[in-house]
T-cell receptor, first 114, second 115 residues
């Protein structure tokens, strides 16, 4: 099964509101990354948080990581129509074979209504 | 600078035919990954190349799938005797080196449709 699972599967908000997406995972990780995918395009890296970090910020993005609960959240503040996309979390394992692989969840589809 | 380039962007072929997908990574990136994304799904890891090391093929779904990377740069993913369940978007990504915590840079993918 997928290492990362996002929820909600879909989220629709008004422009200017905040959007929160959550990701849960199952095994020990080295880091967790969030990516954005616009329709018909590849994934774009947004932010990486390491297992020894609890929170990171990048512009309007805030990511938290709770390794005790094996969960992460991505907050987009003051959303814009251009933020409409699918958002994926991806985990990189802590050790062992395949540790350089990223395991992706199924994504949250965010719609920001102007 | 140039990003990851994939070709063709779309490919429609008949069941049973072989297809070859190409990925041109970012110059200087030693790590290259292939993923498959089915409609509305996340990404499924297929294969990973790092420098001159033997590739990690653990994600290839069957022996109909193979990939090579010549000269440490361009990679081709070949699917032989295609089946309808092979229909998906095939994404390629590269990163600076195969160490932990390196963001991956993706191409826009090849949308493969098997009739």
């Amino acid at each position: 099964s997928q290492q990362g699972e996002e929820d909600p599967q879909a989220l629709s908000i008004q422009e200017g509101e905040n959007a929160t997406m959550n990701c849960s995972y199952k095994t020990s990780i080295n880091n967790l990354q969030w990516y954005r995918q616009n329709s018909g395009r590849g994934l774009v890296h947004l932010i990486l948080i390491r297992s020894n970090e609890r929170e990171k910020h990048s512009g309007r993005l805030r990511v938290t990581l709770d390794t005790s609960k094996k969960s992460s959240s991505l907050l987009i503040t003051a959303s814009r129509a251009a933020d409409t996309a699918s958002y994926f979390c991806a985990t990189e394992l802590g050790s062992g074979a395949g540790s350089y692989q990223l395991t992706f969840g199924k994504g949250t589809k965010l719609s920001v209504i102007p | 600078g140039a990003g990851v380039s994939q070709s063709p962007s779309n490919k429609v072929t008949e069941k049973g035919k072989d297809v070859e997908l190409r990925c041109d990574p970012i110059s200087g990136h030693t790590a290259l990954y292939w993923y498959r994304q089915s409609l509305g799904q996340g990404l499924e890891f297929l294969i990973y190349f790092q420098g001159n090391s033997a590739p990690d093929k653990s994600g290839l779904p069957s022996d109909r799938f193979s990939a090579e990377r010549t000269g440490g740069s361009v990679s081709t993913l070949t699917i032989q005797r295609t089946q309808q369940e092979d229909s998906a978007v095939y994404l390629c990504a590269s990163s600076q080196e195969g160490t932990r915590g390196r963001p991956q840079h993706f191409g826009d993918g090849t949308r493969l449709s098997i009739l």
